[in-house]
């Protein structure tokens, strides 16, 4: 397949149409019934989660958020394939990788609503916390590769960065050290057509991404990121190549940034509906829910059914994320350093003469 | 007007006036920048005069520093200080150090503009402030505006320093004070501090959005019978000793008050020039009210972090008391 899709031939991996139909037969993966289900409802639990922490924010009930809108495919199928013993090193748009990991929305909520103790993900394995300095993770990605093969281990790592972020210098250096490395790294670059205001021409001269990967000497390949199953299969080939000692792929996954790029920007200010209304046809979620319908693996009657069950479930966790607690004092020191060095501890006390005094005025 | 337009006014005016400052940085253009303060200026001034960069820090600072040496006045926007880092190497290594490597033949006229500060309720990265690396760094000038006119005054000399200037706009207060500001072009120098209060028994140091603080500071202290004196610092480098030294030579007693962590800060700095200038003068130890030596905490911690005017009096009181 990366044969057949290099980058140099200007290919873009499609497997449905912008209505579920199958359009590459080919190279269709091979899924069950039941993995196609849950492939849809972990988008739509994604989605639905989305749109309400945007309302949410809106409420002032938590601070500034990146919605996902639009791209659930990408962390979609990155869910169905990546394994308990896999490392995920993610960015801050790839929601639906984190549950898969197994963080909780409650953690994200909590990070998201201004404690630290949001970046802790307890249950989830391999996972680092979210990286705002843009395509700084991707460097980690590679050196936990190396670690994957010192060891001689069978883990893959999954990274993720925006468009914007192919534009510094750190992901240059980071298919670089994992191209001479052959480290098992997977890098999901979700070109969402923007980085802030910035469209993507402004980023690059090159009219893709993929094929930055050939002067690496890896492999590249550019996909229609909002099409659920050709994310599926690029994921699925790159893990196997990544797995059998070939080194590093570059997934190009373009998609569109529906939203808002975080809930303090306004995207009226820089494109327009009709750019808008031209994506909406590709809307990931749309695609493969039509593709399950003319399948009968599902019905409009199931989603209704099932959307106020996972509202319940969200609004849940959103409730115990809101009721965390005091942020404590010690808090901000407690993680520093392993041991706390004398001079901050002393720090910490002299704080807390000062509130002592400053209670004992009012 | 507020900071931020008198911060667009400045650019407006120098970019009017000199065809060789050239604006660019990450969403400066179209969208006028994260925080507007570029609103407006690429409709006036045309796409190749201010436009939006690549998304990469270190890019931005290494073409200015090409831009400069080849005769253009780069104006480069940083969207937060915290994501200045990657464009450590190029400003450390080649904006601070060309004039002086070249002995003289190529200026660096730079300015790097670059929000910072807490008290926004917001991610990681964006709270810091590191104005005290910026300042250890020989070969840069170091610049932070209090209030709409400083800022507008302070950026039109830094635009027209023939040596790089780190411009730090105190985001928090960015839209928080109105002033009347003159339309039409003034200097605020760089390297004076400017005694903003006047007053008897201590010398308050502060800049950024910790004036307002030093100023609430200072009425609760006059509550209490104390008489505070506040220097605005306007310039972390080159550092003002003389402004400083008078006044502490007048009020025997200094406190820094800065939202940096206080290892090794500006507040450090400041404690030295007082034993070196006015030793004698001194009726109790230079004090610091400072940020912890941490992390700035994401916003629900955000309130242990930040500096408050009861915090300074309290140490004012303390220090009076000595
Ligand atoms: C090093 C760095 N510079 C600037 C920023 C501010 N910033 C946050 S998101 C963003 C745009 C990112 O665009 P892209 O990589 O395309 O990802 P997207 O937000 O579209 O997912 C910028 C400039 C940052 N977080 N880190």
């Known amino acids: 397949m990366f044969k057949e899709y290099n980058p140099i031939k200007k290919k873009r991996l499609q497997i449905i149409d912008n209505d579920g139909k199958v359009i590459n037969q080919k190279l269709m993966p091979k899924l069950d019934d039941k993995q196609l289900i849950k492939a849809y409802k972990d988008m739509l639990f994604a989605r639905t989660a989305d749109l309400m922490i945007v309302n949410y924010q809106r409420q002032g009930r938590i601070y500034t958020y990146p919605p996902n809108y639009g791209q659930e495919a990408i962390s979609g199928a990155v869910a169905q394939i990546m394994r308990d013993d896999d490392w995920l090193v993610p960015a801050f748009r790839e929601m639906g990788a984190y549950l898969a990991k197994g963080a909780s929305l409650k953690e994200l909520f909590i990070y998201f609503m201004g404690y630290e103790d949001g970046s802790l993900f307890k249950n989830a394995k391999n996972f680092l916390p979210i990286s705002v300095p843009i395509s700084s993770q991707l460097l980690h990605a590679s050196g936990i590769g190396y670690e994957i093969n010192y060891n001689n281990k069978d883990q893959i790592v999954y990274t993720f960065v925006g468009d914007g972020g192919t534009s510094e210098g750190d992901f240059h250096e980071a298919l670089n050290f994992a191209g001479v490395w052959k480290a098992p790294v997977i890098f999901i670059v979700q070109n969402n057509q923007y980085g802030i205001s910035t469209p993507f021409k402004m980023q690059t001269a090159s009219d893709g991404i993929a094929i930055k990967a050939l002067a690496y000497g890896i492999e590249g390949i550019q996909v229609d990121g909002n099409d659920f199953f050709a994310m599926y299969k690029a994921v699925e080939e790159s893990a196997k190549h990544a797995s059998g000692g070939n080194g590093p792929v570059l997934i190009e996954a373009v998609t569109y940034r529906k939203g808002a790029h975080t809930t303090s920007d306004d995207p009226t200010k820089y494109r327009t509906k009709e750019e808008e209304e031209k994506w909406d046809e590709t809307d990931p979620l749309k695609r493969l829910k039509a593709y399950l319908i003319a399948n009968k693996l599902w019905s409009e009657k199931e989603e209704e059914k099932i959307v106020p069950q996972y509202k319940k479930e969200i609004d849940r966790q959103f409730i115990e994320a809101e009721n965390y607690g005091e942020y404590a004092l010690e808090d901000v020191f407690k993680f520093m350093y392993t041991e706390m060095p004398q001079d901050i501890k002393n720090q910490m006390m002299e704080h807390e003469k000062f509130l002592k005094w400053k209670e004992a005025r009012s | ?322």
């Open chain 2, 1 to 322: 007007m507020n900071m931020v337009n008198a911060i667009n006014n400045a650019l407006d005016i120098k970019m009017a006036e000199d065809k060789s400052v050239i604006v660019y940085g990450e969403d400066v253009g179209v969208e006028g920048g994260v925080f507007r303060v570029t609103e407006g200026l690429q409709k006036k001034h045309g796409v190749e005069r201010i436009f939006d960069s690549p998304l990469a820090e270190s890019g931005l600072a290494g073409t200015a520093v090409g831009m400069a040496a080849a005769g253009l006045r780069p104006i480069i926007e940083m969207q937060f200080s915290g994501f200045s880092y990657p464009a450590f190497n190029q400003i450390i290594s080649h904006v601070s150090r060309m004039h002086n490597r070249s002995r003289g033949k190529y200026k660096q006229a730079i300015v790097i503009r670059m929000p910072y500060g807490g008290g926004i309720n917001a991610l990681e990265h964006h709270s810091e402030s590191a104005e005290a690396i910026w300042g250890h760094i020989p070969g840069l000038k170091v610049v932070i505006p209090s209030n709409p006119h400083d800022a507008k005054g302070l950026l039109i000399s830094s635009i027209e320093s023939e040596d790089p200037v780190i411009y730090m706009e105190p985001k928090r207060i960015y839209r928080a004070i109105k002033q009347e500001v003159e339309e039409s072009k003034f200097a605020v120098p760089i390297g004076k501090a400017k005694v903003i209060h006047k007053g008897e028994d201590i010398t308050l140091v502060a800049y950024g959005a910790m004036i307002r603080e030093a100023q609430k500071a200072a009425a609760l202290a006059k509550k209490e019978g104390i008489s505070v004196e506040i220097i605005d610092l306007r310039t972390i480098y080159p550092i003002d000793r003389e402004t400083i030294a008078e006044s502490i030579k007048k009020t025997g007693r200094i406190i820094t008050v800065t939202e940096a962590p206080k290892a090794f800060g500006v507040s450090a700095e400041i404690s030295a020039i007082a034993n070196e200038e006015a030793f004698l003068f001194l009726e109790a130890p230079p004090k610091r009210v400072a940020g912890f030596d941490t992390i700035v905490p994401l916003p629900k911690g955000e309130h242990h972090y930040l500096q408050t005017a009861e915090k300074i009096l309290y140490e004012i009181i303390r220090t009076v008391k000595y």
